[in-house]
């Protein structure tokens, strides 16, 4: 039985064969695991469940991550964000200014046990 660690993730991604990868892995983990299939329904988890982290994809329709994080953050959350794309890297970093404060994973070239690690690291467990 892994060990609870009393935080908990949003996985928001738009591939249901993702979801049920990650999801499976963070609980694996020890972590409480909530999804959201878009941008808007992020929006919505991030109300209603208060994470601790927010895993999300970046390109997804109608609203992409950008817009969702844009608007969290313009709401007053500061609930860390880590995407998780596979944008090109000077596309990526292009469209955040510094003081964003995001964080990105290429998915196609991080191994699943390297972003649970990257969270804990975030989470400080």
Do not use: W
């Not at 941008?39 to 390109?59: H, N, R, T, W, Y």
């Not at 000077?90 to 955040?96: K, L």
């Not at 994973?105 to 969270?119: F, G, R, S, W, Y």
């Amino acid at each position: 039985m892994p060990e609870n660690l009393n935080k908990k993730i949003l996985i928001v991604e738009d591939d249901p064969d993702l979801v049920d990868i990650f999801a499976h892995k963070f609980k694996i983990e020890g972590f409480s695991v909530v999804t959201a299939k878009g941008g808007q329904e992020g929006i919505a988890m991030v109300e209603a469940e208060k994470p601790d982290l927010i895993l999300s994809d970046f390109l997804m329709v109608p609203m992409d991550g950008k817009e969702m994080a844009q608007k969290l953050r313009a709401a007053g959350c500061q609930t860390p964000i880590t995407f998780l794309t596979n944008a090109d890297n000077a596309d990526f970093i292009a469209t955040f200014k510094p003081e964003d404060h995001f964080d990105y994973l290429i998915k196609a070239n991080t191994p699943i046990d390297q972003i649970v690690a990257k969270a804990k690291e975030k989470l400080g467990v």
